[in-house]
C-alpha cells in the first residue's frame, strides 16, 4: 500500500500543516470541508499544496517525522519548488507524480529500491 506526505495551507506562504495518509483523495478531502475539528479547521488550511509518495505507509510516517522537523523556510522551498504559485493540488492529484527518492549514499536508499 502506497503512503503519502503531504501539506495543506490556508494561502502562499500562510499556514503548513504537514501529515502523513494512504489515502490522499480521502484525507485531502476531509482537510477541505472541515471534516475533523483540528489544526486545519481552526486555520483554514484546507489547500493541497504539495505532496510525495512512499512504497508503503512506514516509509511515509518516516519521512513525515523528518518533515516535521523542518524549519518552516525548508518547507516553503520543498513547496515551492514542487508547486511554485501554491497551487491547490486536490483536482490534480492522479496527474502529479511526485516519487520520493532519498540521496542514494542513506541508509534509506534500500527501502525504496
Keep these: 500500500m502506497t503512503g503519502f506526505v503531504y501539506m495543506m495551507s490556508d494561502k502562499p506562504r500562510g ?19 472541515g471534516v475533523n475539528k483540528g489544526f486545519t479547521a481552526k486555520y483554514q488550511a484546507k489547500y493541497l499544496v504539495w505532496f510525495e509518495s512512499h ?10 517525522k523528518a518533515l516535521k522537523r523542518y524549519v518552516r523556510e525548508w518547507k ?6 514542487f508547486n511554485p504559485t501554491w497551487l491547490d493540488l486536490f483536482e490534480r492529484i492522479d496527474e502529479i507524480e511526485n516519487v520520493y527518492r532519498p540521496h542514494p549514499n542513506t541508509r534509506m536508499w534500500d527501502d525504496y529500491n
Excluded at 18 to 29: E, F
Excluded at 55 to 64: G, H, K, S, T
Excluded at 76 to 81: A, F, N, S
Aim: aromatic letters at 6%; proline letters at 3%.
Design 15 to 33: 499556514v503548513i500543516y504537514t501529515g502523513v495518509t494512504s489515502d490522499l483523495h480521502g484525507r485531502s478531502w476531509e482537510h477541505r470541508n
Design 55 to 64: 512504497p508503503n505507509i512506514v516509509l511515509a510516517i518516516r519521512r513525515e
Design 76 to 81: 516553503i522551498k520543498l513547496i515551492e519548488d
